[in-house]
């Protein structure tokens, strides 16, 4: 699917699901809860920080950042941002692709299950990488290419919304390559309520975790 199907598709999730987790596709609530919990704990405390939720949907995985940060959030999804906007977050309809905010404005910038919808990601990652702060944290979210679970997962789908999973040394490369360090991850065991966390992918973790989250600083 390109991009452009993907705004009209989380455009009618949205009309359809309205404020809830299924409009950005979650499985249940019950597994959302489980990895935004997790994800947001790998991230760290966050206050006082001027934070970018990156295809923010919805804002479901950002809203517990906004009582105490400034939280922007970007979709192309217009419909999605209006649920977005009122759980606090600071809206703005761009493409991820190419931000309009200027170099270095975010102390943190999330993309929780965002880059497996696109074709350019690597694009995205340098966008991000662009208007991250040094001394920063980018945090990004996705699927584990060599998931077992997600292997057969994908002979069953419709969607192709399991066409692009990712290896963690490929997105490692990547933000390397964009200037960050310092890079850990987080595995997660979906529908499990089980995580492990670490510098890189052991053998459990590469053919088991169904998803990572990868965080790393910007160089200084
Ligand atoms: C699976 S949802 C995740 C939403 C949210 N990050 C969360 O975890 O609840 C993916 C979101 O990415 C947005 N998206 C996909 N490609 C995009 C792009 N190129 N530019 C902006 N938003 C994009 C979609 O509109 C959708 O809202």
Redesign the pocket.
Known sequence: MS?HN??Q???K??EVHGAS?K????FNEKS?FM??ENTLRFLGPCKGKVIL??????????EPLVEHNIVYG????EK?LEFAAARGLKTM?????ALTFEDGKFDVV?????????D?YED?IKELARVTKRGGTLLV?TLNRNSLQRKLLKLFEKDK?FDRMFEMNELQSVFKKYGFEHIEFLHIYHPFHFVTQGTGQGALANQFSTSFAIKGSKAK
């Open positions: 991009n993907w705004k598709y989380f455009d999730k949205a987790v409009s950005s596709d979650y959302f990895q935004r939720d990156a295809g923010c949907g919805v804002g479901a995985f950002s970007v979709d192309f999804s999605s309809p761009g493409d991820l692709t999330v993309c929780n299950g965002v880059i497996q919808l696109i350019q995205v979210e919304k």
